[in-house]
């Protein structure tokens, strides 16, 4: 049966399922980290090409001041921490979004695991953080325009293949296989381009509690849809999707 190449997944819940405990927000993440160790290793066991996963979103900053740098300090910790785990298990390490308004420390970190894990040739983790999909599409324009520009271009002509060379990761596969913790059913300004033909898969349990067999059941079910990308049925009846 078929392996999506490349899943997303937005980690949705750990706040939510601290406060249900009694316990923390901070603690909810803590626990969003240890099940995002899980998955990572099962999804490569798999065999998925790409795993792109959502952990701070541009909206984010609106969160009250002392859980955002909780975050901030518990990303920087943990690609420190997992640096050598990462490259010794041959994974490709991509963080995409902006880095303005990142310390400088953390974007170092980040330069260092990206630069350590470029020549791996396993699973390819590309970790949002400071992301959304509709800021990486006006810093897509932004850059068409700018190349445009300094060519001296004036007749613009693109296709999706030149607009896929300017987004935050060039080159990687679209979304097959999206998921969502935490009983949310939207998408949440996440990969917006790169989900246009998705399948999605969502999940009521928090992400503390998302385990590797949740996994293998998104996966099963991915495997019993059918995708005709706005084509014909296996019967050969019209189709809009």
Known sequence: MKIPSHIAIIMDGNGRWAVERGLP????????????????SKAAELGVRALTVYAFSTENWNR????VDFILNLFQK??????DELFKNNVKVKVIGRRNGLSRALTNTIEKIEEMTAGNKGIQLNIAFNYGGRAEIVDMVKKIVNDFAVNNETNI??????INRYLYNPGLAD?????????????????LWQSAY???????????????EDLVSAIKIFQQRERRFGGLN?????YVD
């Open 25 to 40: 927000r901070k603690q909810g993440h803590i626990a969003g980290v240890n099940a995002f160790k899980k998955i990572i």
């Open 64 to 67: 009250p001041r002392t859980e």
């Open 78 to 83: 943990t690609l420190l921490k997992q640096a």
């Open 157 to 162: 002509s693109l296709t999706e293949q030149d």
């Open 175 to 191: 979304v097959e296989l999206l998921i969502r913790t935490g009983g949310e059913r939207r998408l949440s300004n996440f990969l």
């Open 198 to 212: 998705t399948e999605l898969c969502f999940f009521d349990k928090y992400w503390p509690d998302f385990t590797a």
């Open 234 to 238: 296996k019967v050969g009846e019209d």
